[in-house]
């Protein structure tokens, strides 16, 4: 099972808003509406940041949204913060009870 | 509070074996799922494995089947990973995750533990 594609990098400005897209296929995003978000700042453990396509964790702020639109799912961070600056992964279930994550995508708050 | 801690990590030779362990504590350990997910150094998350709140079912990544044991003792709230036949492309932190959902498989782990890590090299 090939990983996620995500962008290597996205960037923006304190304010502004900014969307991270994750690919995958048919047999794993395109079908199942378990796609989940993470944020990860470095030498930390992961955080969940949206779940089951589109829906938040308590705790999690209402900046963050998720979406899906056939095989790509997207993370959008809306009023971006310096404290948004971190590295993003997806990951979607994939069938007979495999996981799969993206690459990861470093988000830079110019 | 949620409390996930491994342990077990550290340098192994090629071919050896090590056992980790995650104790977990503030919630009913055998409702929940848990995932090991890894992460190579400067790499992103790959999943390893998976087991149900009883044990019942567990999965596997197709990198680690045959080589590594997910198992739990839910008597003693701590999962484990037995980890046989190391490699050099093992070497990575491993972080034990809960599901965030009651009695279900693993999908999303709304709780992780600080990882440990699992260096493979002679």
């Known amino acids: 099972q090939s990983a996620l594609t995500q962008p290597p990098s996205a960037s923006g400005s304190p304010g502004q808003s900014v969307t991270i897209s994750c690919t995958g296929t048919?047999?794993?995003?395109?079908?199942?509406?378990?796609v989940s978000w993470y944020q990860q700042h470095p030498g930390k453990a992961p955080k969940l940041m949206i779940y089951?396509?589109?829906k938040r964790p308590s705790g999690v702020p209402d900046r963050f949204s998720g979406s899906k639109s056939g095989n790509t799912a997207s993370l959008t961070v809306s009023g971006l913060q310096a404290e948004d600056e971190a590295d993003y992964y997806c990951?979607?279930?994939?069938?007979?009870?495999?996981?799969?994550f993206g690459g990861g995508t470093k988000l830079t708050v110019l | 509070e949620v409390q996930l801690l491994e342990s077990g990590g550290g340098l192994v030779q090629p071919g050896g074996s090590l056992r980790l362990s995650c104790a977990a504590s503030?919630?009913?350990?055998?409702?929940?799922?848990f995932s090991w997910v890894r992460q190579a150094p400067g790499k992103g998350l790959e999943w390893v494995s998976s087991?149900?709140?009883?044990?019942?079912?567990?999965y596997y990544a197709d990198s680690v089947k045959g080589r590594f044991t997910i198992s739990r003792d839910n008597s003693k709230n701590t999962l484990y990973l037995q980890m046989n036949s190391l490699r050099a492309e093992d070497t990575a932190v491993y972080y034990c995750?809960?599901?965030?959902?009651?009695?279900?498989?693993?999908?999303?782990?709304?709780?992780w533990g600080q990882g440990t890590l699992v260096t493979v090299s002679s």
């Open positions: 089951e396509v589109s």
């Open positions: 087991i149900s709140g009883r044990g019942g079912s567990i």
């Open positions: 995750a809960k599901d965030m959902q009651y009695n279900s498989d693993w999908r999303a782990g709304d709780y």
């Open positions: 048919s047999s794993d995003v395109g079908t199942y509406n378990y």
């Open positions: 990951s979607s279930y994939a069938g007979i009870n495999n996981m799969i």
């Open positions: 503030g919630f009913t350990f055998s409702s929940y799922a």
